[in-house]
């Protein structure tokens, strides 16, 4: 059974009137893989609500990152979208998780495609200096409703490009492409509907999908997740089975989404996949 560290909030910054991430500190012994989501929580009412969230900030950084959606009447988020500095909070000492890069086969490019919150794992990835190391081009798509719900993901793409250390690795090889489904002065359109229309490769000036070549991520709703998995199952891509054996694709199997429900297993090999912890 895992246990629990308390930490402590750090900054919190609402980017809409539904989203807002938070900092924390960071447990000495806490080790986990770029990618890997955590159980975190708080203690109300003599209990204990937890929820499994993906870890935003990288590996290397000592403090922990968190993207959230609120949901009103959800036990955890809405009591979490209330936290202030230094306030308490539950981190769990076992991070785990699909998305991460060692169950990919290798390859020339990776694309990471998240909806919503669902992009809060391929931040910490896309800081990552082995992510560079092991594909010579990396495309982060990502979707959200209104170009607002894309903010979280914009200052983080931006930070990262301006980083003293990384920006010019990261440079020379990301390609981020944000889309809003019902506002239309971005890349409009559905995730899935622009990588199946060839969309995002042509407004890149990137060459169009390539089995032997292409790895892909995928974190979002069950939709989005479900009709990913179609699109890369019928160009002949195949998706890793289970943790440890690696795949062309690979997508966080772990839990599917139930905004503030508790986690549900989704059976291995189904597209079944983390929308976000609520």
């Keep these: 059974m895992a246990t629990y560290t308390t930490e402590h909030v750090l900054g919190v910054q609402h980017w809409s009137g539904k989203l807002f991430s938070f900092m924390t500190t960071r447990s000495a012994g806490l080790r986990f893989e770029n990618g890997q989501f955590i159980m975190l929580g708080l203690e109300a009412e003599g209990r204990r609500i937890l929820r499994a969230y993906s870890i935003a ?3 290397y950084e000592d403090h922990l990152e968190f993207y959230s959606i609120i949901v009103p009447q959800g036990p955890l988020t ?8 230094d ?3 539950l981190v769990s000492s076992k991070p785990t998780g699909t998305l991460v890069l060692r169950d990919l086969k290798p390859g020339k490019r990776l694309f990471m495609l998240a909806t919503g919150t669902g992009v809060a794992p391929f931040l910490s990835i896309v800081k990552d200096p082995e992510t560079y190391e092991r594909f010579e081009q990396v495309v982060l798509v990502r979707g959200a409703r209104t170009n607002a719900d894309l903010a979280y993901g914009d200052a983080a793409v931006r930070r990262l ?8 690795l990261v440079r020379g090889k990301l390609l981020d492409f944000p889309s809003a489904t019902r506002e239309p ?3 409009r359109g559905r ?9 995002v490769f042509r407004e890149l000036a990137i060459s169009p999908l390539d089995p032997d070549a292409d790895r892909f991520m995928i974190c ?4 989005m997740l479900t009709d990913a998995a179609q699109i890369l199952d019928s160009r002949g891509l195949a998706v890793s089975p289970q943790i440890g054996v690696p795949g062309d694709y690979v997508i966080e199997r772990a839990f599917v989404e139930s905004f503030d429900a508790a986690p549900v297993r989704g059976r291995p090999g189904s597209a079944a996949g983390q929308a976000r912890a609520v």
């Design 57 to 59: 900030s990288a590996n």
């Design 78 to 85: 809405s009591r979490l979208q209330h936290i202030e500095r």
């Design 87 to 89: 306030a308490p909070i």
């Design 161 to 168: 490009l301006e980083d003293p250390y990384l920006g010019e």
């Design 185 to 187: 002065d971005r890349n």
């Design 191 to 199: 995730v899935t509907a622009l990588i199946e229309s060839g969309s």
């Design 220 to 223: 979002g709703n069950m939709r």
